[in-house]
């Protein structure tokens, strides 16, 4: 386990919400899980960097998502109302995010899963590109790798345990915090 006692810290700040105890219970499956058809990629990107297991549906037909949200007990979030219909039709739960940006699809997601009885669980951020474990990594071991302008400005990085994909609380996070507060109103 990498990452002493300021990650740890810097976790907590980043999401607001308790220590140890809560990463456990995201490990064990306690963050909400989503399947988002191909037209909401961007927002599944967005679901993973909040910290939800959001699986992006790009290839394949109705039926092949109906049954991966069912195996596996993911909500389906998608734009396709027959699709959404033919969920609820098998007791699957679907959300249909409207709007016309992710801002706007956030607070619609927000308002259908309260709709719908689901109370949205939020894990550590995991990687947006692949939905993997995000670590804390040190500067120093990631050399090379972001520009020493960025290296020069940030303390705090975190690598991707599936990809490798390298990520610090820049501009990106702040716009992404700012939508996370969108998520989170009633
Ligand atoms: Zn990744």
Redesign the pocket.
């Known amino acids: 386990m990498r990452g002493g006692s300021t990650n740890q810290s810097e976790r907590q700040r980043l999401h607001g919400r308790g220590a140890r105890g809560s990463r456990s219970a995201a490990e064990t499956g306690g963050r909400t899980r989503f399947v988002v058809d191909a037209m909401l990629g961007s927002l599944a990107r967005k679901l993973r960097a909040f910290g939800f297991d959001a699986a992006y549906y790009k290839a394949g037909d109705d039926g092949g998502l109906l049954r991966l949200s069912l195996s596996e007990g993911r909500i389906i979030l998608t734009a396709d109302r027959s699709l959404a219909a033919r969920a609820d039709s098998q007791g699957i739960r679907a959300i249909i995010p409207v709007g016309n940006s992710d801002r706007e699809r956030l607070g619609s997601l927000s308002r259908g899963a309260t709709a719908i009885g689901v109370s949205l669980v939020r894990g550590d951020p995991l ?1 947006s ?4 474990e995000l670590q804390a990594v040190k500067g120093s071991e990631i050399s090379g790798k972001v520009p020493s302008s960025v290296r020069r400005r940030h303390l705090l990085f975190f690598q ?1 345990a ?4 390298i990520y610090w609380r820049g501009s990106h996070w702040k716009r992404l915090m700012s939508l996370a507060r969108r998520l989170d109103q009633k």
């Open positions: 990687c590109l692949c939905g993997g991707c599936s990809c490798g994909h």
